[in-house]
């Protein structure tokens, strides 16, 4: 393997050798002695097994400087707990420097060795170097500082030796001078630069997870909508993006950036709204927003910037699942895109977009296709997935075919600070032992040159982020590397000896594979772009539409929802509703039955569009489901008409429709795009035919007819009546008249009474001639048929 490989050509000089020697006989002297003169004391005894019993926690805290150079004092600084239940007295603490270490495999068992051996059977530097304690009771803890010079450590060879810090001590059933507790770490040693650097590309990404939805406002600037304010605790002073820009900004690194965190933050440099329940309330941090963005621009320029596919998509679930959903691949090249143009935008400086990093540099020949589907021509791995069998690790650049190449990151490098860092010990042990993997790797072969890279975990956190300068802050010597930039890395020679063989698809990790964004994530995706694209096309501003959801897609498929596939879903079922809602403001209003009588009529159907634009390029078509009852547009079954209607207005469109017989007839309105979409659902109703025939027509005329004639006779009859009461009237008038005067005359003639008369007409006197006027039958001429005269009033 490409770290079995020890110091080679590093031999010790004769006189150093001497010394080396002299000294093990001085100090093998006592040993000797006592050997020979009765057996081991319990001190010797308590020597050998002292790291086993751990009874004193030995903290270290600060290590300075995590290399030091010739003349330098070795400053290690931490605590001491005792553990114990017994008080411990007599306690010293003490520097011990172990054996020097042959190569990367020695540092790596080193580190995951249980005992203490190694480091116990070192002698302490000791004298007044060492810290006293007295006494240290149970449960207390200690501070305490070492302060060495370089010198007393006696580092004869260039190299990576391991370091303890020691505390021996007496406990009361152990009465005697004995180890108990130890900390190790690493010491690089290299007091003069080195023949040949290696040559050192160190990663710096400024990735986040999601924060924007797909939602924006009505108004014209289309205010943005985020689902919280987790972002602003980032990028506020001491967060995790804001340490990762202050660090990096003094550091030779190449930045590694996911567009779409600089395109959120951009939205929050401006008016935004955040989620809050059902509702939203204004966002308040885009002094935070715009501080941090300025301080990104400025830290970049005149840096390498490498730009991901905007979101950072996940390579490895689109080539394992997501490539057998059709269109899942074709959002890779539009994310590059994008990711180049909204760099250019905000931090003014054009970035690399020839790269791909798939999750944690693990690759197989499918990750390969996809990346290069995208646009990429350089692959991050990571030397855990593509393996060397060499003696030494080679350089990070090399030709895996098709024109690709792939740039292989050290494994060891590249997870140094993926643990947790906040404990200061953590933070520091993780530098030392960069630092003495960097070392050990440059004198694998000092005589080569080569190119290493680190890539590190995508999100590091603050505390990461801390430790990850302080290492490569300790690098700035420049003893044994020399900073490089990614592209430069990537462009250098690459080892002839190096593998270029991919792994398959099978050899992917299976830890890895069970984070991956499931197959139905991809359908889900696949549905959301086609109710996208069929609802655009009617939009008269379609980046009002286009943009805001099609940023959304592409952050449905960010790496940053591995492990996270509740969320994940929730987050794609957001933008699908949302888009739903917006789609379903272009609808039809629904239509009760009607009725169409007559042989034709027109047919009213309403389009409703409750959306802030208008929309174009839709046909509405209306469909009778029986055309030979009811047909429209010239005896067809169907009709269409082009729609167009402005925002927050209605559209009413007539259909002309022509009637053969009578009955209910089922009608089906439906919107189609352009292209032969439906859009939207289908609107039905029912049209209930009465047609009215000539022959009843015939009859409803004949019917008029006659209750015209007869209102006419009516009217004639009542018109003569009048007339013939208005005659008899006046000659009854004058009949009376004469009556009377004959009546008188003759009573004054012959003398007689009234009463007389009268009582002869009760004994029977003839009835009075019917010429008189108490003739029950009036003495008129016959009935006229002719109209009245003019003038004359008819009572009806």
């Not at 306690?91 to 005992?115: F, K, T, W």
């Not at 116990?120 to 240290?136: E, F, N, T, W």
């Not at 401006?270 to 830290?299: D, I």
Request: glycine share 8%.
């Amino acid at each position: 393997m490409a770290d079995a490989a020890d110091f080679q050509g590093m031999s010790p000089s004769p006189a150093r050798r001497w010394l080396r020697r002299t000294a093990s006989l001085i100090l093998g002297a006592p040993l000797v002695a006592g050997l020979l003169c009765g057996p081991a004391t319990p001190a010797a005894h308590a020597a050998e097994t002292a790291s086993a019993s751990h009874t004193v926690d030995v903290s270290l805290d600060t290590l300075t400087p995590s290399a030091p150079g010739q003349h330098d004092t070795l400053t290690v600084s931490g605590s001491v707990t005792n553990k114990g239940k017994q008080t411990v007295t007599d306690a010293q603490i003490d520097l011990r420097v172990g054996p020097r270490l042959s190569g990367r495999i020695a540092i790596d068992r080193a580190a995951e060795q249980a005992g203490d051996a190694a480091v116990a059977d070192a002698p302490p530097v000791g004298g007044k170097y060492s810290v006293k304690i007295p006494q240290l009771l149970s449960g207390i803890s200690r501070d305490f500082t070492l302060r060495i010079p370089v010198d007393e450590l006696e580092l004869d060879e260039d190299g990576v030796y391991q370091l303890g810090v020691s505390l021996s001590g007496q406990t009361p059933d152990e009465p005697f001078d004995q180890l108990l507790g130890v900390e190790r770490t690493f010491l690089p040693w290299q007091p003069e630069a080195t023949e040949k650097k290696t040559q050192f590309s160190y990663l710096w990404p400024l990735i986040s997870s999601t924060h924007l939805t797909s939602e924006t406002g009505s108004d014209e600037q289309q205010t943005p909508v985020f689902e919280d304010e987790a972002l602003a605790g980032e990028l506020a002073p001491g967060g995790r993006l804001d340490q990762l820009v202050s660090l990096g900004n003094t550091l030779p690194v190449t930045w590694v950036i996911d567009p779409d965190l600089l395109a959120t933050v951009d939205a929050m440099t401006r008016n935004y709204q955040v989620k809050n329940g059902n509702t939203t309330v204004a966002g308040k941090n885009q002094a935070l927003a715009k501080r941090w963005l300025s301080a990104v621009e400025a830290a970049v320029q005149g840096r390498k910037v490498v730009a991901l596919p905007f979101a950072d998509p996940d390579l490895a679930s689109l080539a394992h699942r997501g490539k057998n959903v059709s269109g899942s691949l074709s959002h890779l090249q539009p994310a590059t895109k994008v990711a180049e143009t909204t760099v250019e935008t905000i931090l003014h400086v054009k970035p690399s977009i020839d790269f791909a990093w798939p999750v944690d540099g693990a690759i197989d020949s499918s990750i390969v296709d996809v990346a290069t589907s995208a646009g990429a021509h350089k692959v991050i791995a990571r030397s855990d997935s593509l393996r060397d069998d060499l003696s030494y690790t080679p350089s990070a650049a090399r030709p895996i075919g098709g024109g690709t190449t792939a740039v292989v990151a050290d494994s060891r490098l590249s997870t140094a600070f993926a643990g947790e860092m906040i404990n200061t010990e953590n933070s520091t042990l993780a530098v030392q032992k960069f630092l003495a993997q960097t070392l050990a790797l440059t004198l694998q072969d000092p005589d080569n040159q080569r190119s290493i890279v680190v890539a590190p975990q995508r999100m590091p956190t603050a505390s990461q982020a801390q430790s990850m300068a302080r290492a490569l802050q300790a690098l700035d010597g420049q003893r044994w590397t020399q900073p490089l930039d990614l592209v430069a890395a990537a462009g250098a020679k690459p080892d002839a000896n190096a593998t270029t063989k991919v792994p398959g698809t099978s050899r992917y990790p299976g830890h890895l594979r069970k984070q991956e964004l499931r197959i139905q994530a991809f359908r889900d995706i696949r549905n959301t772009q086609n109710t996208l694209d069929n609802f655009k096309v009617i939009l008269t501003a379609q980046d009002r539409v286009e943009t805001p959801f099609g940023r959304a897609i592409d952050r449905e498929m960010s790496t940053s929802w591995r492990g996270k596939p509740v969320e994940a879903k929730e987050y794609r079922d957001q933008v699908r509703a949302y888009l739903r809602s917006l789609t379903e403001e272009v609808q039809l209003i629904e239509k009760s039955a009607i009725t169409l009588s007559g042989r034709s009529a027109t047919i009213p159907v309403t389009v409703q569009n409750r959306l802030v634009q208008g929309i174009d390029h839709l046909v509405l078509r209306l469909t009778s489901d029986n055309p030979t009852r009811l047909n429209l547009d010239h005896d067809k079954g169907t009709a269409e008409q082009p729609i167009k209607v402005e925002g927050g207005h209605s559209q009413s469109v007539k259909f002309a429709a022509s009637a053969n017989a009578n009955g209910p007839v089922k009608m089906t309105a439906q919107l189609f795009t352009e292209d032969g979409k439906p859009y939207g659902d289908a609107m039905e109703f029912t049209v209930k035919v009465s047609e009215i025939t000539p022959t009843v027509m015939l009859v409803i005329a004949g019917g008029v007819l006659l209750l015209v004639l007869a209102g006419i006779r009516m009217y004639s009859q009542r018109k003569r009546a009048a007339a013939r009461d208005a005659i008899a009237s006046d000659a009854d008038g004058s009949q009376e008249l004469g009556d009377s005067d004959d009546s008188a005359d003759a009573d004054d003639a012959d003398g007689s009474d009234d009463s007389d008369e009268t009582e002869d007409a009760e004994g029977g006197i003839d009835s009075p001639d019917p010429g008189q006027a108490s003739d029950p039958t009036p003495d008129t001429g016959p009935e006229s048929g002719d109209p009245s005269g003019t003038g004359e009033k008819v009572d009806r």
